[in-house]
């Protein structure tokens, strides 16, 4: 049985970092595409970092440049989101997901190209 959960989400003042784990089971994560996306109250999902399954590439959204890291441990079958210089609109429900063989292409939009879901966690950033 595929499945995906999450940990790490939580309440942060502003400035704080966060980091949100993703635990695969019943697959390996070898051959998959990660992906991060959040929702917020009232807004659609929206990507927010991905690495493609064939080379690797790390791919982030304009607004969390240079402040969030994804990563992935296969050791573990993990993957990771580094979350640091917080800030309040960066408040939404979180959620991991994998899809085999993704090259991560529009992504940020493409929450229906990924099959496989975690839970979400919830990662509110006070002011």
């Known amino acids: 049985q595929f499945q995906l959960v999450e940990s790490g989400g939580g309440l942060v003042q502003s400035g704080g970092s966060l980091r949100l784990s993703c635990a695969a089971s019943g697959f390996s994560l070898v051959d998959y595409a990660i992906g ?12 927010v970092s991905c690495i493609s399954s064939s080379s690797g590439t790390t791919n982030y959204a304009a607004s969390v440049v240079g402040r969030f890291t994804i990563s992935r441990d296969n050791a573990k079958n993990t993957m990771y989101l580094q979350m640091n210089s917080l800030k309040p609109e960066d408040t939404a429900i979180y959620y991991c997901a994998v899809e085999r063989g993704y090259s991560c292409s529009g992504y940020i939009q493409g929450a229906r ?4 879901w975690g839970q979400g966690t919830q990662v509110t950033v006070s002011s």
């Open 113 to 116: 190209k990924f099959s496989t």
């Open 36 to 47: 991060w996306f959040r929702q917020a109250p009232g807004k659609e999902r929206e990507g």
